[in-house]
């Protein structure tokens, strides 16, 4: 049975510095690719999954997010300000009050991606098993992924479990910036910023940390090349479609 994930986080508080210049007068997570800001993106495939609570957290011209969100309806979004930048686990802990006690979506807000024959958020929350898990990340192939030259993340053993790559190798996993999480994981984490991958090493640790393949594109979009890229394919694959 699909769960029923009702609420969600987008992480939209980084500066973008690989975006420059853009980034310098637009946070990263209002660039526009296909006709809209990333964000929005998101947000749109996170309602058609069933999210209508969404926590976004901000920083870096964090007034230029707020003002542009304002004008939806769908999902509730509430904002969470950071006076500092938290980094990934910092803004989810940071938000834990706005977000409950149930497991939801965590997306960077500067990823895009395609579904494949099955939306993506849809696979994850049918695959989700709180009782093995506490989180559950959307990987994609290494050497398949737009705009991104990397060593990749994890390797995944046939139940979805996770294992980080081995130092100087190349791993056939990296890590999509989408995932479901349990709050739980968060709280005996440090206070200011911190990483998500101090999250993942304590639940690799605990043998928690699982994964299913993405089975679409996805594309890298942290540096002008990468955003062009994007550009570029939807406009040579999909002339004349505007993706949601």
């Avoid at 690719?33 to 209508?52: A, E, K, S």
């Avoid at 005996?188 to 304590?202: C, H, K, T, Y």
């Amino acid at each position: 049975m699909t769960a029923k994930l009702k609420r969600a986080i987008v992480l939209a508080a980084g500066r973008g510095l690989r975006m420059r210049p853009i980034t310098k007068k637009t946070p990263k997570p209002m660039v526009a690719l296909d006709g809209q800001p990333l964000i929005d993106h998101v947000l749109d495939r996170l309602i058609d999954t069933g999210v209508d609570q969404a926590v976004v957290n901000t920083h870096h011209l964090g007034e230029q997010i707020e003002r542009h969100l304002k004008a939806r309806n769908m999902p509730k979004i509430t904002f969470s300000k950071e006076a500092e930048l938290l980094e990934t686990g910092g803004g989810v802990k940071n938000a834990l009050n706005l977000l409950g006690e149930e497991p939801f979506f965590a997306v960077n807000a500067d990823v895009f991606w395609l579904n494949g024959p099955t939306d993506a958020l849809g696979r994850l929350a049918n695959i989700w098993d709180p009782d093995k898990m506490d989180s559950l990340l959307l990987l994609h192939s290494t050497v398949d992924a737009y705009g991104y030259s990397g060593k990749g993340d994890f390797n995944c053993d046939p139940s979805g479990q996770l294992s980080r790559r081995p130092e100087s190798e190349v791993t056939p996993w990296l890590f999509t910036g989408i995932q479901i999480l349990k709050p739980d994981a968060l709280k005996n984490m440090p206070n200011g910023p911190f990483s998500l991958n101090l999250v993942f090493d304590q639940l690799l640790e605990a043998g928690r940390l699982y994964g299913i393949i993405h089975d679409g594109e996805w594309f890298h979009v942290g540096t002008p090349h990468g955003l062009a890229e994007a550009e570029a394919y939807l406009k040579v694959r999909y002339p004349g479609i505007k993706h949601r």
